[in-house]
């Protein structure tokens, strides 16, 4: 399973977990407004929905808090273990009180089943998040290691095949340099059998010839010398012109996941308010379903986010689907 994949089960996660969790707190307020209307003077009436927000907000806080935490791979104590419990608890207990005041067994069950989804929810979500980020973790530590170890073979081979090149040029150097020798040694051996008689001449000769096989020698040594500064060079530029590629692809590769990783955090925030009862600014409006377009939720979704009607968000997608003017014109036309 690669990153993406791992990516995609967390945000599979993190859309069942907050989906769970606004069921179960637009179930306990329904739930719990009454029974705390009853129990409250009637000139403080209208107070009674502030109690079940009360104790969702805190719900929010805990599940949102435990999502940070286990991406960072931090551990935030005992006391959001306290908060959490203590939430889900109190949700429970208000959400079954009425029906067990009314001895209503049946009732009890049923109003259960929110809160006690809602506690086990947030407690294996905390756990599959903090699995999801060691496993992430794991993934990049081995796709580093895999990558610095095809690096170094790639050094590798290129530290041989340079040995291979300078053994080659010091191999043909050395023939180069026997079969001068051997020439020079022929050509002093056929003097001296020519002409033994002409010993002085035999000698300016052989002077001659040694001052000009020292002056070739030092040529060859010295075009050798300039050869191999040459090679140098161009082994160093071509290091130098290497490191600077894989410092611009490595360069790239950062902003490009940066990029991404900045859209997909915009994309998450917008896309975290979950529905609404009322339509939207259209600035915003717009910024939420082009989010969701991205994310590829489908078109209800989008309208429970953004409050706007179906077809005005059916316009948005298919705009971001094929952004022309012309068609989009007649879309927005229709949907209007």
């Known amino acids: 399973m690669n990153s993406v994949q791992i990516r995609s089960a967390e945000r599979a996660l993190s859309v069942g977990t907050w989906t769970i969790v606004a069921g179960a707190m637009l179930y306990s307020i329904l739930t719990v407004t009454p029974l705390a209307a009853r129990h409250t003077p009637d000139e403080w009436a209208w107070t009674a929905p502030i109690l079940p927000l009360v104790v969702d907000a805190a719900v929010v806080i805990v599940v949102k808090l435990d999502d940070v935490l286990a991406r960072l791979g931090g551990h935030g104590g005992r006391w959001p273990i306290v908060l959490r419990w203590m939430t889900g608890l109190m949700t429970w207990a208000l959400n079954v009180a009425d029906s067990a005041l009314k001895k209503d067994l049946v009732g009890v069950a049923v109003h259960s089943v929110a809160p006690l989804l809602l506690i086990v929810t947030a407690e294996t979500g905390l756990a599959y998040r903090r699995a999801i980020a060691a496993a992430l973790v794991a993934l990049d530590a081995k796709q580093r290691a895999e990558r610095e170890r095809r690096e170094q073979a790639a050094r590798d081979r290129a530290e041989r095949a340079r040995a291979e090149a300078r053994e080659e040029r010091e191999h043909t150097a050395m023939l180069a340099r026997e079969q001068r020798e051997h020439e020079a040694r022929l050509t002093r051996e056929q003097a001296e059998r020519e002409d033994a008689r002409r010993r002085e001449e035999t000698a300016r000769t052989e002077e001659a010839a040694r001052v000009e096989r020292e002056a070739r020698e030092r ?92 077809g005005w968000v059916s316009t948005r997608y298919q705009e971001l689907r094929d952004p022309n003017p012309a068609k989009s014109t007649v879309l927005e036309g229709a949907s209007a």
């Open 219 to 310: 040529r060859e040594h010295e075009r050798e010398q300039q050869q191999q500064d040459r090679e140098r060079l161009e082994h160093a530029a071509e290091q130098r012109r290497e490191a600077e590629r894989l410092e611009r692809e490595a360069q790239a590769r950062r902003q490009e996941q940066e990029r991404a990783e900045r859209e997909r955090r915009e994309r998450a925030a917008l896309l975290a308010g979950g529905p609404v009862n009322e339509k939207l600014p259209e600035e915003r409006a717009r910024q939420i379903v082009k989010a969701a377009f991205g994310e590829g939720l489908p078109v209800r979704t989008a309208v429970d986010l953004c409050g706007w009607s179906v």
